[in-house]
């Protein structure tokens, strides 16, 4: 542990992944990175969160 837990660390960081759409769903897409499928909603998709790397 710490010597002073009272510190905290935070990180805030933007990552960029390509990868393969697999499906579009009415709120959903899937989407293929390496071996993994991960969903995104698509609302995210309207906001700035993913905008910006777009």
Do not use: Y
């Not at 390509?18 to 698509?42: E, Y």
Request: hydrophobic share 40%.
């Amino acid at each position: 542990m710490t010597k002073n837990p009272e510190k905290k660390i935070a990180v805030n960081s933007q990552i960029s992944l390509k990868g393969l759409v697999k499906a579009i769903f009415n709120d959903t897409i899937h989407v293929q990175i390496g071996g993994k499928v991960i969903t995104l909603p698509i609302a995210d998709l309207n906001t700035n969160k993913l905008e910006k790397n777009m």
